[in-house]
């Protein structure tokens, strides 16, 4: 298709090319037929002629030849435009055109289709990892749920026990329906910067509640729990900071080696709370620890498994809407440290 359309311009380019040299050799061809018709030359003087049908004929073969040349600029940009536009059409984003060009128009041209590509690849990119981030989130909650499952299929399990497992797969359920209605508001806040609901808890209770929700995660690996969680009153939006202590817990016993273990700090403070989540699992590099709070950045292959895209962008979303930071520091291999705080103040600004 592509090299019928450009072998069409080609065409339609000589066709005019044609005509305009027909018509200026209509017009001397008239000219001469009108000096002979009515002898307004002496046959005497037809001989000086010859040099003038000269003329005529280099100035034909020169305006061909500059016809030609100036069509060549004016059509192979075109045709090396046509040809990058038929690969983005297929899915190829990664093609760019060189900028460097001797016409200013053309390399504008270049430059704006190079800024759409980009924006088209980003756009793909996003969209081909969608899918996997989102359930990322998704799947913390399922897992836990079908963990607390198989625990039920223990026909001596106690009455008790059994009762408490059911609360946290409820607990489970109403954590999937929650994760859904928070991803919904984060996208209002970045389009439209809806207000979040702030209210008084307690968040070492609620730490503590994401720590038992993990349990059959933490006890299938053997971790140890170091815990120090004092009492803690907050004023803060109890729903989305549960996910932020979901996620880093979850991904904290997910990169934990066996029998590894998992510190858990809160510490009161007169500006306000820092948590501190570490684990001893495998750690990251410097390039992932940069990116790692980059929505929809997925973690180099040496992790055992894909997330972080979503997960811990929304993490830092959450914390910074509470005026908070977090930071991480982490070593190949050694583990990583995650350093939230969360200001005081937030009742009065």
Same mark, same amino acid.
């Given at each position: ?58 100035? %034909?073969?020169?305006?061909? !030849? *500059? #016809?030609?040349?100036?069509? /060549?600029?004016? @059509? ?6 046509? $040809? ?66 198989? %625990?039920?299929?223990?026909? !001596? *399990? #106690?009455?008790?026990?059994? /009762?408490?497992? @059911? ?6 359920? $109403? ?72 996620? *880093? ?101």
């Amino acid at each position: 298709m592509r090299k019928k359309l450009f072998s069409q311009l080609w065409v339609y380019f000589a066709v005019i090319t044609f005509l305009l040299m027909v018509v200026v050799l209509s017009v001397f061809v008239g000219l001469l037929f009108i000096i002979n018709h009515y002898q307004l030359v002496s046959p005497e003087k037809e001989g000086h002629l010859f040099p003038f049908y000269f003329i005529i004929f280099l100035s %034909l073969m020169i305006g061909a !030849a *500059l #016809s030609f040349f100036v069509g /060549q600029r004016i @059509l192979q940009p075109i045709g090396n435009l046509r $040809q990058a536009m038929n690969k983005v059409s297929k899915g190829d984003f990664s093609i760019q055109l060189d900028e460097q060009h001797q016409m200013e128009d053309v390399e504008e041209l270049y430059h704006d289709f190079n800024v759409m590509v980009k924006e088209l690849n980003s756009i793909e990119t996003l969209r081909n990892d969608f899918v996997s981030t989102i359930s990322h989130e998704f799947k913390t909650p399922i897992a836990t749920i079908k963990g607390y499952v198989q %625990l039920l299929q223990n026909e !001596a *399990l #106690s009455q008790e026990d059994r /009762q408490n497992y @059911l609360e946290r797969m409820l607990d489970g359920t $109403q954590q999937l329906t929650h994760l859904t209605d928070n991803i919904l508001k984060l996208s209002k806040l970045d389009n439209q910067g809806l207000g979040l609901d702030f209210q008084h808890f307690r968040l070492d209770e609620q730490i503590r509640e994401v720590i038992l929700f993990l349990q059959p995660k933490w006890e299938q690996l053997d971790l140890t729990l170091d815990i120090d969680l004092p009492h803690t009153d907050y004023y803060g939006n109890e729903e989305f900071l549960y996910q932020v202590w979901s996620n *880093l817990m979850d991904n904290a016993i997910k990169y934990s080696k066996q029998n590894g273990s998992i510190y858990v700090h809160l510490k009161n403070e007169a500006e306000g709370q820092t948590i501190i989540i570490r684990d001893e699992g495998i750690g990251m590099t410097n390039e992932v620890a940069e990116r790692i709070f980059d929505k929809f950045y997925q973690s180099d292959t040496s992790r055992k498994t894909k997330g972080n895209g979503l997960g811990l962008a929304l993490a830092k979303q959450i914390v910074e809407l509470h005026h908070g930071s977090i930071k991480v520091n982490s070593s190949l291999n050694e583990g990583s440290n995650f350093k939230i705080f969360l200001p005081n103040n937030l009742k009065n600004s």
